[in-house]
Nanobody, 120 residues
Framework: QVQLVESGGGLVQPGGSLRLSCAASGSIFSINAMGWYRQAPGKGRELVAR???????NYADSVKGRFTISRDNAKNTVYLQMNSLKPEDTAVYYCNAVLGSFAGNEYMYWGQGTQVTVSS
């Protein structure tokens, strides 16, 4: 009933930039929070950045100052601007959304992931 579609991943050189997008569609009553997680080879999935309905943001220490999360409420879309990319940023990036229902329940959804590779 709800789909998260990610785009913007790819191959970039160290120091370069990428902008990830994630659009939510389907039966959406409200979006309480959206964010980005990543999983590197052999590592667990970690929070990269998150933005709430109140526009509060959280960032992993490893990306703070380099990445910026933002949203477009009219498009139900969240963005992740990634600057000064490092090889350590190489991972599959997953979009995450916490949706609220008419009855007041919350549901979590995940995108399929998009590969970001930082290499020279």
């Amino acid at each position: 009933q709800v789909q998260l579609v990610e785009s913007g991943g790819g191959l970039v050189q160290p120091g370069g930039s990428l902008r990830l997008s994630c659009a939510a569609s389907g039966s959406i009553f409200s979006i309480n929070a959206m964010g980005w997680y990543r999983q590197a080879p052999g590592k667990g999935r970690e929070l990269v950045a998150r933005i709430t309905s109140g526009s509060s943001t959280n960032y992993a220490d490893s990306v703070k100052g380099r990445f910026t999360i933002s949203r477009d409420n009219a498009k139900n879309t969240v963005y992740l601007q990634m600057n000064s990319l490092k090889p350590e940023d190489t991972a599959v990036y997953y979009c995450n959304a916490v949706l609220g229902s008419f009855a007041g329940n919350e549901y979590m959804y995940w995108g399929q992931g998009t590969q970001v590779t930082v290499s020279s």
